[in-house]
């Protein structure tokens, strides 16, 4: 089997530098990767023009995206762009100024992008142009109350804390739903009375396939709802799989469902950083912390790892999204 996998590179940082984690990477990167072999290669390095991001203290990487049929939609934090795979040929570009932050996109109703727009605590959804045709708070408040309609947000590092953190949009049953991160939930943006929480943990995914949605939690934990009853009807913790005790995974996101029973999931090293600070699960665990970013098969129904595959030595350093490579 082939992957992409999206993500980044660190940048380099001076003996005992404490970056904030907004502005630790500087080369926005997809790998393509073939788990049989092992070989790998980047297929996409890209870097974010100065007029999309902030003069300083900002980080250039891809983050979460949705791959239809051959058309891969990705984002950075300021940025879509659309690729036709697998020659990876830019065939669109979207940015406008309230875009900050952002974590997934997705396509929407005829050729709309819809993103989360994390920095602003909303759901926009843009047409192919950049034209901006909706937006949806997602903590029920009017956004221009926090956020001004004459600031660029392209140019703001940081509009943290967040609220909420929205940080993957889905379709289902032709509704638009979208994670947050801080409620542990999803929230129906077009019948906002809608929602369903999922973990105990922050967060992330929300890929619908057949009867479930898939999602995962940063501590380590991937969770199948029912996308009929949106009850739990699995969920498996990934600690303690074939790890030592006390081992941390790593940060938990990113998804490839191989089967009802196999996936892939990605795993970005914890590191010693101020940010680490509020992350309770990591203070609670944290004995062993120096395991790589890496993505990881697991056959969920046997509890077990079938196969690990370090990212740092092919040159991501964070990892957001795993898809299939589609030929």
């Known amino acids: 089997m082939e992957l992409y996998v ?3 590179r660190q940048r380099r940082q001076l003996a005992g530098e404490v970056a904030p984690e907004w502005s630790l990477y500087d ?8 788990t049989e072999s092992l070989r790998s290669e980047i297929v996409v390095e890209y870097d974010t023009p100065p007029e999309a991001r902030p003069d300083e203290g900002y980080s250039i990487l891809f983050k979460q995206g949705t791959l239809d049929g051959r058309r891969l ?13 697998p020659e990876f040929r830019r065939v669109g570009y979207v940015s406008q100024p309230t875009f900050n932050d952002l974590h997934h996109v997705c396509p929407g109703a005829s050729g709309s992008l819809l993103v989360a727009s994390t920095g602003l ?12 045709l909706r937006q949806w708070s997602v903590i029920g408040e009017n956004s221009r109350d926090r956020f001004s309609k004459s ?12 609220k909420s953190h929205p940080n993957f ?12 991160a801080w409620q542990k939930d999803a929230l129906c943006l077009t019948c906002p009375e809608r929602r369903f929480s999922v973990g105990t943990e922050t967060i992330h995914d929300g890929l619908v396939i057949g009867d479930s949605i898939w999602f995962t939690s940063v501590d380590g934990k991937v969770i199948e709802i029912d996308r009929g009853s ?16 006390g081992t941390v995974l790593g940060w938990c996101r990113g998804l490839c469902p191989v089967s009802e029973h196999l996936t892939w999931v990605g795993f970005t090293r914890v590191r010693k950083t101020k940010f680490r600070e509020n992350l309770l699960w990591v203070k609670h665990r944290f004995t062993n912390p120096d395991v790589p970013t ?23 350093n964070v990892v957001f999204s795993i898809f299939p490579v589609v030929l």
């Not at 984002?75 to 659309?82: A, D, G, K, N, P």
């Not at 600031?151 to 967040?162: E, S």
Request: aromatic fraction near 6%.
């Open 121 to 132: 605590d909303m759901v926009v959804e843009c047409a192919a142009g950049g034209e901006l």
């Open 73 to 85: 939609y990705i984002c950075t934090s300021t940025e879509v762009l659309i690729f036709d795979t």
């Open 230 to 245: 949106l009850q739990v009807k699995r969920l498996v913790d990934l600690n303690g799989i074939d790890s030592k005790p």
């Open 6 to 8: 999206s993500g980044g």
């Open 294 to 316: 890496h993505i990881a098969l697991y056959d969920l129904d046997r509890k077990k790892c079938l196969q690990e595959i370090d990212l740092e030595e092919r040159g991501l």
């Open 27 to 34: 080369r926005a990167r997809i790998v393509r990767i073939d």
């Open 151 to 162: 600031t660029d947000y392209r140019k703001v590092a940081t509009t943290k804390p967040h």
């Open 169 to 180: 949009v889905f379709h289902l049953n032709g509704d638009i739903w979208v994670t947050r």
